[in-house]
T-cell receptor, first 116, second 112 residues
Framework: AQKVTQAQTEISVVEKEDVTLDCVYE???????LFWYKQPPSGELVFLIR??????QNEISGRYSWNFQKSTSSFNFTITASQVVDSAVYFC?????????????FGTGTQLKVEL | SQTIHQWPATLVQPVGSPLSLECTVE??????LYWYRQAAGRGLQLLFY??????ISSEVPQNLSASRPQDRQFILSSKKLLLSDSGFYLC???????????FGPGTRLTVL
C-alpha cells in the first residue's frame, strides 16, 4: 500500500538557518510521482514541486532544493536561509498506479516555524 | 490561466442541517476534480474525486455526497450534518492522472 511518512511533526528555526524537511514514501510501483505542497496560515495548499520516479536529479529553485533518493525512498526538502514567510505546514505526497493514478496520498505534514 | 473558486469561505451550521459547498474551475476543460477534508490537526483526507461529468468516486463512506453537474463544477453536499463533519474542506483540480493538483482557498465548516 502507498504510504508517506513525515516523521517531523514540528520544526522551529531561527531566521537565516537552513532547514531540511524529511519525507519517506512506500510504493510497490516503479512509476510514481512525488510532490511537495506548502500550506500557509491562510489554509490554501500551494504546489511546490513534482518529481517522477525516473528523474533522480536534485532540483533547486531559489532558496528551495529537493533531494530525491530512490535507494532510501526519500524525497527531502531543504530551505536555505529560512525566512519568517516560510512558516507554514509542508506536505509531501505520492501518486502511483496502484493507488489510482489520479489520487494523492499525503503525509501528515511538518509544521515549520521560523522565528526572528 | 486557471483559477479555482470555492464558496462560501466560512460556514457555521447547526447539527442536522443540510450542506452545499461549491467549487468551480476556470480556464481549463475536463479537469479531474477532488474534495478533501482537513480535520483539526493537519491530515488531508480525500473524500471524492471525479474524472468527468456525473462520474463520482467515493473514498470514504460517510455522511457526505458529491455531484458534478457541469464539467468545471463540483458540489459537496449533506442532507444532515453531524458534529464530526466540522473541518476545512478543500477542492482541487488536475489536468490528468498523475499531474499535480491545484487547490482552492477552502471552506471552513463548523457544525454546532
Amino acid at each position: 500500500a502507498q504510504k508517506v511518512t513525515q516523521a517531523q511533526t514540528e520544526i522551529s528555526v531561527v531566521e537565516k538557518e537552513d532547514v531540511t524537511l524529511d519525507c519517506v514514501y512506500e510504493t510497490r510501483d516503479t512509476t510514481y510521482y512525488l510532490f511537495w505542497y506548502k500550506q500557509p496560515p491562510s489554509g490554501e495548499l500551494v504546489f511546490l514541486i513534482r518529481r517522477n520516479s525516473f528523474d533522480e536529479q536534485n532540483e533547486i529553485s531559489g532558496r528551495y532544493s529537493w533531494n530525491f533518493q530512490k535507494s532510501t525512498s526519500s524525497f527531502n526538502f531543504t530551505i536555505t536561509a529560512s525566512q519568517v514567510v516560510d512558516s507554514a505546514v509542508y506536505f509531501c505526497a505520492l501518486s502511483d498506479f496502484t493507488g489510482g493514478g489520479n489520487k494523492l496520498t499525503f503525509g501528515t505534514g511538518t509544521q515549520l516555524k521560523v522565528e526572528l | 490561466s486557471q483559477t479555482i473558486h470555492q464558496w462560501p469561505a466560512t460556514l457555521v451550521q447547526p447539527v442536522g442541517s443540510p450542506l452545499s459547498l461549491e467549487c468551480t474551475v476556470e480556464g481549463t476543460s475536463n479537469p479531474n476534480l477532488y474534495w478533501y477534508r482537513q480535520a483539526a490537526g493537519r491530515g488531508l483526507q480525500l473524500l471524492f474525486y471525479s474524472v468527468g461529468i456525473g462520474q463520482i468516486s467515493s473514498e470514504v463512506p460517510q455522511n457526505l455526497s458529491a455531484s458534478r453537474p457541469q464539467d468545471r463544477q463540483f458540489i459537496l453536499s449533506s442532507k444532515k450534518l453531524l458534529l464530526s463533519d466540522s473541518g476545512f474542506y478543500l477542492c482541487a483540480w488536475s489536468r490528468e492522472d498523475y499531474n499535480e493538483q491545484f487547490f482552492g482557498p477552502g471552506t471552513r465548516l463548523t457544525v454546532l
